[in-house]
């Protein structure tokens, strides 16, 4: 097509397999930013397994939320399901939360969802987010 005109490229990995999450920002008027992590899909719709914490935070408070949920041991192999990229789900939420302070009020949420936590050594991918700012 000699007259097409090609105004950009989205290149993205393929990704097959792994434990969607979600993770999120939201903005509370008191405490100012707060992380949300959880199992992603029907799992966060039905069951409402997330976790919420103050931001910011390090990689190790971020581990900690991650294995406080009840489905954690979707993500540490349980059934014989390989064990997911936890140290790499911790420095995405762990990061996503500095960020969070750094944006300041005008940020007034972020949604990550799925985010792909993949077997370990593999990393996290997030493959959707919306976020959300304000005046």
């Known amino acids: 097509m000699p007259d097409a005109r090609i105004e950009g490229v989205l290149v ?16 509370d008027p008191v405490f100012g930013p707060i992380a949300m992590f959880g199992l992603g899909g029907v799992f966060v719709e039905i069951l409402k397994d997330v976790v919420f914490h103050r931001c910011p935070f390090g990689p190790d408070v971020a581990e900690n939320m991650i294995r406080s949920i009840k489905g954690a041991p979707l993500l540490l192999g349980a059934r014989g399901r390989p064990v997911t990229d936890i140290s790499a789900l911790a420095r995405t939420l762990s990061q996503l939360s500095a960020f969070a302070v750094a944006a300041g009020p005008r940020l007034q949420s ?17 493959v959707d987010a919306v976020i959300e700012v304000g005046e």
């Open 12 to 27: 993205a990995k393929q990704l097959v397999g792994g434990v969607e999450c979600i993770m999120g920002i939201n903005r």
């Open 110 to 126: 972020i949604d990550l969802n799925p985010v792909l936590a993949m077997p370990e050594g593999q990393g996290a991918y997030a």
